[in-house]
């Protein structure tokens, strides 16, 4: 069956890095949308990155544009997330997510994707 598991969320100082892995399984990347989405408490899932293989595009919500750059590995069935230049409001639960379909661009609205991770921690503090 389909699955998505997160791994590389911690806690890290404002102007660090992370990079988040989203391991995927059951399923073929090409055929499928690839989101990155956080979700600070008492707040919507936002949005952030996403890649669709169909047409090799991707898009980065304006908050995390020139920070944050969305990879994938096909050998590994992995997609990544380099996060750069923390803040301390990109403090959230990050989640990867799977939308089904050939699709020539990707959209960031969470209500869209089919398939999610149970998210991973990233908190930024000094």
């Known amino acids: 069956q389909l699955r998505l598991v997160e791994s590389g969320g911690g806690l890290v100082q404002p102007g660090g890095s992370l990079r988040l892995s989203c391991a995927t399984s059951?399923?073929?990347?090409?055929?499928?949308?690839i989101g990155w989405f956080r979700q600070a408490p008492g707040k919507e899932r936002e949005g952030l990155s996403c890649?669709?293989?169909?047409?090799?595009?991707?898009a980065y919500a304006d908050s995390v544009k020139g920070r944050f750059t969305i990879s994938r590995d096909n050998a590994k069935n992995t997609v990544y997330l380099q996060l750069n230049s923390l803040k301390p409001e990109d403090t959230g639960v990050y989640y990867c997510?799977?939308?089904?379909?050939?699709?020539?661009?990707?959209?960031?609205?969470?209500?869209?994707?089919?398939?999610w991770g149970q998210g991973t921690q990233v908190t930024v503090s000094s």
């Open positions: 997510a799977a939308l089904y379909g050939l699709f020539r661009r990707c959209v960031l609205d969470a209500g869209t994707y089919d398939y």
């Open positions: 890649f669709t293989s169909s047409d090799s595009s991707t």
């Open positions: 059951g399923f073929t990347l090409d055929y499928y949308a």
